[in-house]
């Protein structure tokens, strides 16, 4: 095994002036070292300054206090939900809110299941959902936390919108129907359909009932993020044969009154017998043309029977296919999208799509993982206020959070080193609007950290 500390592979990766975005440069250049992790030196052990656990190593200088625990008495009086996944901070007034999804299916729904009020759950029968917390910017302690959606399930990802919402995507299609999985056990028994994504209002004090958004699809979500220019929603699905979407809304930022669904298509090389399977075969730095083709029925009536309902509509006419993809970014002019089982090595992709124009686009890999010791099954991911990106592992053995530069060397940046919860993944990188401090969580034992430091020091 590489030591990810002096060999690291990578796809280089260059930024222009403004650089909120990532462009290859030499993919020649196969193997690059970033010395002393990115100019932050080596990771230890550090305690939260709030609680005094321990719950990450991270380089000198850099500091963590401890939020939103599981099981912690919230504000309205609701003990905190376990499983925290994808996340987005707001500032809504003077205040720094966090909204953050709970990935919670029990698989038969049974009444009890849900946390939270009854009366403002989706389904009364569904265990997952989000909860708000109000964070105090000097301090990064907890100021007042309480639940902000309910009711529905296996909240994975999601993502920020514009317009100070957070959308929370449910990655099941389980519903009303009594099924069996691949593995012959009974699931299902839901008072309502479920598959789709949710929007939740950074501003919201309490938890309100809402509706699905079944325009933007009925199938295994991840996570989603918005052009800011568009208003285009584009959409991740984490299956082994998954599409990349888009939702092109009527009216920007008015999701709820439709809009068009809308699959990855790219002009496939000769090497592809009919149509891109981008799941292995390719070298970073591959590009590829892009076009969209029609999703006709969103909420698909098979999808509860077949998760790929949706991915197969696309796939008859030739869209691409991927690998799991995950998390997802905007930033600049481009999506940055992780595939957490791409590549030859089934260790995970790093994709850039680009728009040029109304419906055509570039699609780029701009990083493939050659070894587990380089970057192990990426999920979550944000793009720093400095242009980098920031990569939650969810891999097999030890659990990082990585940064890849602008020049596309790859490094440690955080290490999970909870006593008995060390294998279990980060999610949900995110960072607070000013820059200054990133939140992340570690899903098990299910905690949110917020980490802060001397950024100059470094290169993220």
């Known amino acids: 095994m590489m030591n990810r500390r002096n060999f690291l592979t990578v796809a280089p990766l260059a930024a222009n002036a403004a650089m909120e975005t990532l462009t290859l440069l030499d993919p020649r250049r196969a193997l690059l070292t970033l010395p002393n992790n990115g100019g932050y030196g080596t990771l230890r052990p550090v305690k939260a300054r709030n609680t005094g656990e321990t719950w990450l190593a991270l380089p000198e200088g850099f500091e963590c206090t401890a939020l939103g625990q599981t099981g912690s008495k919230m504000s309205d009086g609701h003990a905190t939900p376990p499983a925290h996944d994808g996340m987005a901070t707001f500032k809504v007034g003077n205040e720094l809110r966090i909204v953050r999804n709970h990935e919670i299916n029990a698989g038969?729904?049974?009444?009890?299941s849900v946390f939270?009020?009854?009366?403002?759950?989706?389904?009364?029968?569904?265990?997952g959902g989000t909860t708000t917390l109000v964070v105090d910017a000097k301090t990064r302690e907890l100021v007042r936390d309480f639940v902000s959606l309910n009711g529905t399930l296996t909240n994975c990802a999601g993502g920020p919108t514009p317009w100070g919402t957070w959308i929370s995507c449910e990655e099941t299609t389980l519903g009303r129907e009594l099924i069996k999985d691949e593995q012959g056990r009974v699931r299902g028994g839901f008072e309502q359909k479920h598959g789709y994504c949710f929007e939740v209002a950074a501003s919201a004090n309490g938890a309100v009932k809402t509706q699905p958004l079944t325009g933007l699809g009925r199938f295994v979500h991840e996570a989603i993020a918005v052009d800011a220019k568009s208003g285009i929603v584009y959409l991740t699905e984490d299956r082994g044969a998954a599409g990349f979407y888009r939702f092109v809304p009527k009216r920007k930022g008015k999701l709820a009154e439709g809009g068009q669904l809308q699959m990855l298509k790219v002009a496939a090389p000769a090497s592809f017998s009919q149509q891109a399977d981008l799941r292995t075969g390719l070298q970073a730095g591959q590009s590829f043309a892009a076009s969209w083709v029609d999703i006709n029925e969103p909420d698909a009536s098979a999808a509860e029977q077949n998760t790929g309902a949706v991915y197969q509509q696309g796939f008859t006419q030739g869209a691409a296919t991927f690998a799991r993809l995950e998390g997802i970014w905007y930033a600049g002019d481009s999506l940055f999208f992780t595939s957490t089982s791409g590549g030859d090595k089934k260790l995970g992709q790093v994709w850039q799509y680009t728009p040029q124009g109304k419906d055509k686009g570039a699609l780029k890999l701009i990083f493939e993982s050659p070894e587990e010791a380089v970057l192990d099954m990426p999920?979550?991911?944000?793009v720093s206020p400095r242009g980098g990106l920031v990569i939650c592992e969810d891999g097999r053995n030890e659990q990082f959070v990585r940064g890849l530069t602008r020049q596309g060397q790859i490094f440690d940046f955080a290490k999970n080193v909870a006593p008995g919860h060390e294998g279990k993944e980060f999610a949900g990188?995110?960072?607070?609007?000013?820059?200054q401090t990133l939140f992340v969580n570690l899903q098990t034992p299910g905690v949110t950290l917020a980490v802060w430091g001397p950024w100059e020091k470094g290169v993220l």
């Open 108 to 112: 038969l729904g049974e009444k009890g």
């Open 116 to 127: 939270g009020q009854a009366e403002t759950a989706y389904d009364a029968r569904g265990g």
């Open 379 to 382: 999920d979550n991911l944000c």
């Open 429 to 435: 990188a995110t960072f607070s609007p000013d820059g």
